[in-house]
C-alpha cells in the first residue's frame, strides 16, 4: 500500500512509488487450450492504468476483458507478456501474494463464516492484531454501511448487501488496485444505480484504484475516468467516456458506446463528412470502395425536417415508420431507400414532430463534422 | 402429479417402516417356548424383553462394540478425506466417474466374498505372508485374523466408500469462486484448505461419519467373518437371539434399544456440534457489540 | 484320488472324494471344491457306472411307491448332498428337486413357523435334539414307514432314539461325532478327555490357539462332562457354574469359535493347535497332513449328533418323497453321498459299497466302545438360559 507520508525524507521515495502506474500490461497473451484446439482469448494486450483512476474494461461477453482481470489479479497465468503492479514485474507472483483484490461477479462470500469473519479474512492473512482488526473491520463494514450486520451470514442477506460486503472485504486491505468483475450485474436496476454511486463515492474517498470489468456501456461510462473498449481479445480503443463516445475508432465502438446511424454513402446527397479522416462524399462516389463506406452519426446529431427540403449540407430522405416518447426526448425511427433505418433524436417539443407521423416524408440533414465516415 | 408422489413415498415408508414396526411389536411380546406354534406370544405384553436385554453382557459388549465403530469411523475419515478431495477437486469430470467407479467397484461382488477374500489375504501363511517373504521381510506367521485389528480392516475396508461418496459430493460442490477469493485475499494454498474447504466440506465429514458409524455398530457379520471370537460385536449378541436363542422377542428388544442408542447418540453428536456453534456465535456477538458500543 | 473303474466289484463306488475336499459336518463352503470335484468325476468311465447304479436306485424306489407327482421340494443344509444323487435322481425319475438351504435348526425352524404350513417344502432336515420341539409346534408330518421299504436298511442301533422314540417322525440322514484334535507337533503329551483338553489348552505354547466349535451346546459340553453332570439338565445353578468353568478356565486361552477348523484351514496353518471339532471336519485336517494331527473321542462322555430326514406339515408332494427316501437308504445312494460328506450314514454294511482303504476311515466309522460313552443333547427348557451363558462366555473371549 502506498503511503502518504510527507516529510522531506521520504518525498522522494513516496513520489517514485506514488509515480508508477498502479497497473501496466505489457504485450500480455492468454491461450485457451481445449479438446478442440487453442483459443487466443487475450492477445498482445498493452495498457496502463494509473493509481487513483476508476478503470473499465468495456466489451461483449467472451472478448477477454474478465481473463484480462483475472492476470491482473494472478488467478489466471499469463501465456505471454509481462504484468507490472505499482512498478513492480509481478508477473509469476501467485494470487495471494500480490496486493490486489478482486470484488467477484456473484460475490464469493464464504458462506461458513460471518459478515465480520469475511471482512477479516484478509487482515488475519496479514496477521493484524485483534484489536486493530477489529476496529478496521468495522470501520470497512461502515464504509458499506453494513456494521449493524457482523454478525449476520452472508446467506442471510440480499444482493445488494452481499455486495457491499464483498466490498468491504476487498477494500479492507487497502489493496493498491481493486478488481470489480461485473459486480452489479445480479442487482436490478434501481441498486445498481444506487451502487455505481456508492462505488464512485467510495473509491473517491479511499483514493484506489479500480479496475471494472462490464459489458454495460451506460455503467461504465457512468463511473469511468477512462474506459478500455475490447474486443475479441484485443484492445479497439482507450480513452475517457467523452473520446469514445465522440470519436469513436471502429465501428465496433460506435455500436457498443451509445445508440449509432449507420448510413451506406450512397444514400447520402450533398456533402457527407469531413474528419477526422477528412473526405468529402462525391470523391467516395468515384473511389471503388464506395459502396462499402458508412456514415456514422449520433441520433441526436440529426436533425429532423418534414417534407422533401433542400440544403446546403448533407442529407438522407426517407419517411417515419415509427415514434417513441420518452419523456423529454423523442426517437423517431425513419426509413430510407435499401429499407436502411436511422433513429433521430429530438426535444419532445420540436414543432417538426407534430408532422413527424408514421408514413410522413421527411428530410433528415446534419453537420459534416458531427459525422465520421467508416469502413462498412 | 402430488398425490402420485405422496403415495409413492407412503408406499416406500410402509415398506421401510413394517419390519421396524414388527420389531417393535414383537419386543413386548414373550417368546413361544419349545411346545407351542408360532415365534412370538403377544398375548402377554411387558417390559421384561427389555430388562433382559440391559443385563451382562450387554454392556460390556457394547462399550466395545462403540470403540470399534467409533476407531473404525475414525479411520474411514481419514483415509476418505483425501481420496475424496483427490476424486473432486483434483480429477476432471470423466476421470472423476471412473474413480467413483472404482471406489463403490468392491461392492458389486458379494459381501462375503470380499471378506473371505480378506481373509485369504491375511491368514496367517497367506497372500500377505507371502508377499511380505517376497519382499524380504521375513515373517513366520501373520495373526491379525480373529482379533480385533482384523475387525478394524473389515471395517474400515466395507464402510469406506460410504465415507467417501457424501465428502466427494460436498468437495465437489464447493465453489471454486471461493477457493480463488481466499487465494485473492492472500491465503497460501494450505490456508485455503484450513479456513475455506475444510470448514465447508464439514457437511461431508458429518454425512459420512453418521452413514458409517450408524451401520458399523449394529454389523455383525463383518466382526464374525473378520474377528472370530475376539471381535464379538453387539450385533452378534443380537442375532444370536434370533438363531441359536431362538428368541426372537429378547433379540426384538435389543435391536430396539440399539436403534434408540443410536437416534441418542446421533442426536447428541448434532446438539453438540450445533451447541458449540450457537454457544461460540453468541459469544463473540455480545463481545463485539459491547466493544462497538464503547 | 483314485478313479480307476474296478470291473471285478461292480457294487462297490469306484470314486474317492478328493483330497482336500472340504468334508464338514454341512460342507461349509465347498462350493469351488465340490465343483472341481464334479468336474474331475463327470470326465471317467468310473463316473457312468455311479450314475447307472444310482439312476437304478431311483426307478427301483419310483416303482415301489407307483402314482407320483411331478415335483419335489427339499429344504436342507447347504452342500450336504452329493450333486450325483439329485441328477441321477432327475435323470431316472424325470423329477426335478427344488432346493433350498439353510444354516442352522433354528433358521429352519423360523421359517416353517412363519410359513404356517405353506412353505412349501416336502423334505426337510433338523438334528435330533430339535425334533420333539418340531414335533409339539406340528412342524412334521408322521412317517409311513410302509412307504419306505429301504428303512429296514437301518442300522437299529441309530434308530429309536430318545428324541423320536419309534422313529415316528425321521429317518437318520447322517451321524457323527464331536471330539477334538490336536497338533501332535505342539502338544506332545497324550489326550484322552475333556479334562485332558481344557488342561492343554493352559499351556503356554498353546494358550491362545484353541478353537471350540460355534455351537452354545457343544461348548457348555465340556464342563459339564467334566463335571459329571448330566448334558441335558435343566438345573439353572449347574448349567451357571459349568459355564463359570469355561469362562475361568478356557475363555482366556480361546483364539476363535470356529465350527470348521479342518476346514477352514485353522489347524493346517497353525492358527489352532488344539480344536474341538465334528469329527468330518477333523478328517478333512488329517486328510491335509495325516501324520501331525490326532483325533480323539474323548472320556467320559462326548455327543452322538444325527441329523435326519423328515416330511414338513403341508408337504405335498408326500408321494414322491417317500420315494425319494427311499431311494437316498439305498446302499449304493448311501454309499454316495458317504464319499461326499465324509459322515457316515445309518445304512447297514454301506461300508461294503465304499472304496477300499478309505483314509481315515477311523474318524468316520464308530468303535462298540466309542459309541457306548456317547450321548444327545436335545433342545429342552433350559435353551433361554444357555443362550445367555453362551454369550457371557463369547463376552469374556472377546474382552
Redesign the interface.
Known sequence: MTTHTHTDDDAVASVSVASAPAVVLDGVSKVFRGPTGAKTVVDDLTLTIRQGEFFSLLGPSGCGKTTTLRMIAGLEKVDGGRIYLGGRDETDLPAHSRNVNTVFQNYALFPHMSVFDNVAYGLRRQHVAKAGLRQRVMEALALVHMETYAMHRPTQLSGGQQQRVALARSIVTQPLVLLLDEPLAALDLKLRESMQEELKRLQRELQLTFVFVTHDQAEAFAMSDRVAVMEAGTLVQVGSPEELYLNPATRFVTTFVGRANFIPVGLVEGVAVSSPHAVAARELEDAHSADATLVFVRPERLQLHLGEIEASGPLVRGWVVDRTFAGGLTTVKVRLADDVDVLVTSDSAAPELGGAVVNATVTLTWDVSDATLLDR | MRGFVGLTYTWFALWFMAPAAIMLVYSFGRTAGLTQRGLVNLHHLGLGNFLQALRYPTGTVLVISIENAVLATALCGLIAYPVAYFIARKLGPRSRVIVLLLVVLPFWTDYLLRMLGWRIFLSPLGLLYGALNALGWHVTYISILDTRSAVMVGLVYNYLPLFILPLAVVLERIDSQLLQAADDLGATRWTVFRTVTFPMSMSGVVAGTVLVFVPMLGDYVTPTLMGGARGLMIGSLVASEFTEGQNWSLGAAMAILLILLLVAIVAMAWLFVTGIRLVAFRLRSRALAREWAT | MTMEPDNHDGERLRILAPAGHPLTRRGF?SLAAAGAGALMMSSTPAFAGTMNALEAAARKSLKQIGKTTKSLYLYTWGQYDNPTTFSAWKSATGIPIQIGSYD?N??L??KL??AKGTAGYDIIVPTGGYV??MA???LLMPLDKSKIPNFRNLDPSLLNFPWDRGNKYTVPKDFGTTGFIYDKTVITKKLHSWQDFVDAAALPQVAGRVSLL???DNVLAIALWIEGVDWNTTNAAKLRAANAYLIKKLAPY?????SYPGAT?GLV???YVLSQAWNGDARAALLKDPTRFEWVIPTPKSEIWVDNWALAKGAKNVDTAYAFLNYVLDPIVSANEMTYTGYNTAVKNVKNYLPKNLPEADVIFLTAAQRKRLESYI???S??LR??L???F??????
Open positions: 463352503i442352522s433354528e433358521a425352524i423360523a413357523e412363519l420333539p420341539e409339539a409346534k406340528g460355534d455351537a452354545p480361546v483364539k476363535n469359535l470356529d484351514g496353518d497353525g492358527s433342545v429342552n427348557s435353551y433361554n443362550t445367555q453362551y454369550d457371557n463369547k463376552a469374556a473371549i472377546a474382552s
